[in-house]
């Protein structure tokens, strides 16, 4: 009897793909886009039109550098035995901080006006300290994987495989303090009206007008390599990939070519 079910066993282990044709994961990483460090001071052509209702009026711009995120994610892939190229869906979010500081100059002030921009984190539970300033991207990708290798090459049962792919990226990031961002989102005349001692409710405005043009998108591309392993019968594979992303920032502070490594598991059937 044992003998007969150790054949059985045997016998499916053989017969099942070592890769499943549909899988659904969860992955961790670490993702190397930074964000430049930068002192600046608009004024003139350069001051946004928000800001521009006051004769001789500056905006003085301060940020730190940021230096790689983490990330989360999931996807989910589709693997057809009748075409060699294989389909992933994943979306990952990286974010950090970084500290900044927006302070307005003016004839009109009887001192600096400080514009709060640490803003809410964008991650539940995630804690930041005041001043700091949250960056996330949100990297949705899809992916047409090529097989190159599976190994042990002479084995029957080859769990693990080696894969390179490409694919387009749509990103969904947040806006940057920083010059271009900021022409962006005080682009419209008088939407901050400067008051002679900086009341707070006008610095409110001017932070609620950052917070709600915090987000833009734009697509990008990514080129891809991984490796998975799938023990046949077993429903659980993992993976480890990495992906360069090719401009996928969605400010000029930010990188255009980071690249994102990701580990995870998951169920597949």
Same mark, same amino acid.
């Given at each position: &009897? ?24 969860? %992955? ?13 001071? &608009? ?8 800001? #521009?209702? +006051? ?13 790689? &995120? ?6 989910? $892939? ?16 990286? $974010?950090? =901080? =970084?500290? #900044? ?8 002030? !009887?001192?600096?006006? !400080?514009?709060?921009? +640490? ?23 899809? !992916? ?18 080696? $894969? ?13 303090? +920083? ?8 682009? !419209?005349?008088?939407? =901050? ?5 900086? +009341? ?18 734009? $697509? ?30 969605? %400010? ?15 169920? %597949?059937?």
């Amino acid at each position: &009897m044992k003998l007969k079910l150790l054949v059985a066993l045997s016998a499916l282990a053989f017969a099942a793909p070592s890769h499943a044709l549909v899988g659904l994961a969860v %992955s961790a990483g670490l993702n190397s886009t930074t964000i430049s460090g930068a002192d600046q001071t &608009m004024v003139g052509a350069t001051l946004p039109k928000a800001f #521009s209702n +006051d004769t001789g009026a500056s905006l003085v711009v301060h940020r730190t550098k940021l230096s790689g &995120m983490t990330q989360f994610g999931v996807k989910a $892939w589709l693997e057809l035995p009748v075409i060699p190229v294989e389909f992933e869906v994943a979306s990952n979010i990286a $974010w950090g =901080y =970084y500290q #900044s500081s927006l302070i307005l100059n003016s004839a009109a002030l !009887t001192h600096p006006d !400080t514009i709060k921009v +640490d803003v809410p984190a964008p991650i539940p539970g995630e804690s930041k300290k005041s001043g700091e300033t949250p960056y996330f991207s949100w990297l949705t990708d899809l !992916t047409f994987r090529y097989p190159i290798l599976q190994l042990p090459p002479l084995s029957p049962i080859q769990p693990l495989k080696l $894969w390179v792919g490409a694919g387009p990226t749509y990103v969904v990031a947040s806006r940057v303090v +920083d010059q271009s961002d900021l022409e962006s989102i005080y682009g !419209t005349a008088g939407s =901050y009206t400067v008051s002679a001692t900086g +009341d707070a409710a006008a610095e409110a405005a001017a932070r609620k007008t950052f917070i709600n043009n915090l987000t833009t998108n734009t $697509w990008g591309a990514h080129l891809a390599v991984g490796a998975q392993l799938k023990i046949p019968v077993v429903p659980i594979a993992l993976f480890i990939d990495g992906k360069w992303y090719l401009h996928v920032a969605t %400010s000029s502070a930010a990188s255009k070519y980071p690249f994102v490594v990701n580990i995870g598991a998951g169920l %597949s059937i």
